[in-house]
């Protein structure tokens, strides 16, 4: 097999290096520093001209949300634009075999790749500049979100923080008003300067009450405007021009034409030192200014004449553009992440339809599985109609605060056994240092086996190889680092460690480490210890700090700090099947389906415990769609309405009328049904993240098939809901399960110990590889 192996690579990369010509090979040469000639600057001194300068900057990850950072990245995507590659290098080779030449290209210096064959040298860093110049772009695009967010949240808070300073010092505005009245009633004949400034102390007391009735009056969102506008010209103006010059923007509905239109005569007039556009210009504004930015982007000019503000029309296209990228209205070539939306389903649907439809288990006709659907909320909507008198727990009545009251679970008793199974433990074992437990892990699974390198060939003995791996586990997993794990009287220096880490720590290969320990611990299992098996497991995720420099830290409101979050799958045996790295800000409800589609484990998952921020109606929809259960914990569960399968008048509900709301819209989900199949299966199939999928399901898209998820996850959510309130058990199964998850959490904290729990690295990769770790 490996013979086999071997000459496939050989042969695709014959197929690669003869497609490219002599000018494109020579300048993958001088990155290496093979030529002088080098590729052609990128236009800016924002890189080095030195080869090796240029190879290292396209290698490095991004920086954080900054001006610097953006002009950084916008020299990277200019530089690998310059080398040219042909449109068609990698057509017809696989994906992972691209992967895997990159992976190669990625993690060796210069004079490695100037070792290899030609035509090896040359495909590698064809790979190499074939993905980094996708990469690039999608960073571009998230620096092009983060920063309006981020001008935006500068505004608010100079602003917020202005009228805080403002309220402190007109505290009694009410008591100045009511003076204010009594003295113009008494002497309405003199003067105001004689009657009103001696109650507010002169005319600065008028002006301060003026400022203070500004606030109350829309002022507040007035003056985030402005703040918003003076950001944006003092400072990142220059770099987001930059930026939309060197992205081509998309969309697929000519409802958002008039953003792209926009931005088109941004860059017309760019250099322009006008304050208005010229009066031949046809700005449009409906689909681009919201309302409350009219009054700023359209004035008067000294003649009297109406015209559009520059600058100010800027702004608001940048923050329609964002609105439009975020769900994927808008899209950008040459991207991966932020690519076109159709390019996310799976391109064989049509011909295959009745195989997917089969996979994912749904029937052909959309009026059958509606039929089927209301079926079953009819059912569940009876159960409890039926069910709600006698349980004492829920009461259901017209309130204030939402018709729903659930009366919290009693504490579980601790469990007779547990303290002399834990002092049994103790004094079987006692302490054991941390090493031990991957040590032994490694002994009796293959995890170690998994992670393959990256080459083609391994050099070093199995014995010293297993002893690095051992170590650089034991210094991600505790943060302690591979400068302290180094520091050990075994021989491994830190040198070794990191080029042992380069080359066999792979987001893969952590990955299927992870599921070869999983697999093994389902094995052993002994049932008559442990229980039967399940097939739920609870989600949630952890805060972890980490360095701001990077791209991916962002503050947390929830947790008051800067860091990532690791979402983590676990079932009820503390077993985690799957982690993954999300941002502060990332949908948990995607994180969730991602760890029961791509866990890999030997688990057969139908139902998934999470809490409130797991959950929201197209999570509901999306689950019904790929066959598992979504059962939440739902934090205001009290404000939960439950949807009619019908009309009122044919299906009434006396015991829960107060929680009922209007019937769903069927129709709305049967004409977009394929629809909402094809989504699935691009999300069961893999052909684009599940994040990505849920991009089309926000509030802002306005496509038909975001209404048919949302009416759908109603449904199934009212279903859910039903069963919930009515049944203490599935009450007490879900808090049971997300308490192992967040002891779970608890045992991260204890075990995460170095650098006081900090990632202290720029490097994107790291958490990635310390969630995969902790596995």
């Known amino acids: 097999m490996h013979s086999g192996i071997r000459q496939a690579d050989e042969a695709l990369t014959a197929l690669v290096a003869a497609r490219l010509d002599a000018p494109t090979s020579a300048r993958l040469d001088a990155l290496v520093g093979l030529d002088t000639t080098g590729p052609p600057g990128p236009g800016g001194d924002d890189l080095e001209d030195d080869d090796a300068d240029v190879l290292a900057a396209i290698k490095s990850d991004p ?117 204010i009245a009594e003295v113009s009633l008494a002497r309405p004949e003199d003067p105001v300067r004689q009657v009103i400034y001696p109650v507010l102390g002169g005319e600065q007391g008028l002006t301060d009450l003026l400022a203070d009735y500004k606030g109350r009056a829309g002022g507040y969102e007035r003056d985030k405007r402005q703040v918003f506008r003076s950001s944006y010209t003092g400072h990142y103006r220059a770099g987001l021009i930059r930026l939309l010059r060197v992205l081509e923007f998309r969309f697929s509905n000519t409802a958002h034409r008039p953003v792209l239109d926009g931005l088109a005569l941004i860059l017309r007039y760019a250099d322009a030192k006008t304050t208005y556009y010229p009066l031949g210009e046809q700005a449009v ?72 439809y089969d996979k994912l288990n749904l029937p052909l006709a959309a009026t059958v599985f509606t039929e089927g659907l209301r079926e079953e909320m009819r059912a569940a909507l009876d159960q409890l109609n039926t069910a709600v008198p006698a349980a004492d727990w829920l009461s259901i009545a017209e309130r204030p605060l939402g018709p729903i009251r659930l009366t919290p679970l009693d504490a579980v008793p601790e469990p007779r056994n547990l303290r002399r199974l834990k002092q049994a433990i103790r004094t079987r074992w006692g302490t054991v240092p941390l090493i031990e437990i991957p040590k032994e892990t490694a002994l009796r699974t293959g995890m170690l086996r998994a992670l393959a390198p990256v080459g083609v060939r391994e050099a070093l003995p199995e014995a010293v190889l297993v002893e690095r791996l051992l170590l650089i586990t034991y210094a991600y997993g505790t943060n302690s680092g591979l400068r302290t794990a180094a520091a050990g009287d075994h021989g491994h220096s830190e040198d070794d460690l990191r080029y042992t880490a380069r080359r066999y720590l792979t987001p893969a290969g952590l990955k299927a480490a992870g599921i070869e320990i999983a697999n093994a611990t389902f094995a052993a299992r002994q049932h008559n210890v442990w229980g039967e098996g399940t097939t739920t497991i609870a989600s949630d995720s952890t805060h972890f700090g980490a360095y701001d420099r990077n791209i991916f830290t962002e503050w947390h409101s929830r947790y008051g700090g800067r860091g990532v979050l690791v979402y983590w799958s676990v079932e009820k045996g503390a077993m985690a099947i799957h982690s993954q790295v999300i941002s502060c800000t990332a949908s948990e409800v995607a994180a969730m389906i991602e760890g029961v589609m791509r866990h890999g484990t030997a688990m057969k998952v139908a139902g998934n415990h999470v809490d409130s921020h797991g959950q929201s109606e197209i999570g509901f929809g999306i689950t019904r769609l790929l066959g598992f259960d979504l059962l939440p914990r739902i934090k205001q569960i009290g404000k939960v309405r439950l949807y009619r399968p019908g009309p009122a008048a044919d299906l009434p509900y006396p015991a829960l009328e107060p929680a009922m709301t209007r019937p769903i819209r069927w129709d709305v989900i049967e004409r977009n049904y394929d629809m909402l199949v094809k989504y699935a299966t691009a999300i069961r199939t893999g052909t684009a993240t599940t994040e990505a999928i849920l991009r089309r399901f926000t509030r802002n898209a306005s496509h038909p098939v975001y209404q048919a998820m949302l009416e759908l996850g109603r449904a199934q959510k009212t279903i859910f809901a039903c069963r919930y309130l009515r049944d203490r058990d599935l009450q007490r199964e879900i808090n049971a399960g997300l308490n192992v998850v967040e002891r779970w959490n608890g045992v991260n904290d204890v075990l995460f110990f170095g650098k006081s729990g900090e990632l202290a690295s720029n490097h994107l990769k790291l958490p990635r590889f310390r969630s995969q770790v902790g596995l």
């Open 63 to 179: 920086g954080n949300v900054s001006l610097a950072s953006m002009l950084t990245e916008i020299a990277k995507l200019e530089a690998v634009r310059a080398v040219a590659l042909p449109a068609g290098v990698f057509a017809g080779v696989g994906p992972k075999a691209v992967a895997a030449w990159r992976a190669r290209a990625g993690v060796e210096s210069p004079s490695h790749l100037r070792a290899h064959p030609r035509p090896v040298r040359l495909v590698l860093l064809a790979a190499l500049l074939h993905l980094r110049e996708r990469e690039i772009t999608d960073t571009l695009v998230e620096l092009l979100n983060s920063t309006i967010h981020k001008i935006n949240a500068h505004a608010e808070k100079t602003v917020t923080e202005r009228f805080v300073r403002e309220y402190k010092r007109i505290r009694n505005t009410g008591v100045t008003l009511h003076r």
């Open 285 to 356: 504004l409906d689909g681009v200014v919201r309302e409350e930015w009219r009054e700023f982007a359209v004035a008067t000019d000294a003649r009297g004449r109406t015209r559009i503000v520059r600058h100010v029309y800027e702004c608001c296209v940048l923050i329609a553009l964002r609105e439009r990228l975020r769900c994927k209205e808008i899209w950008v070539i040459g991207a991966d992440k932020w690519r076109n939306p159709d390019e996310d389903l799976p391109a064989d649907f049509a011909d295959r339809r009745a195989e997917h």
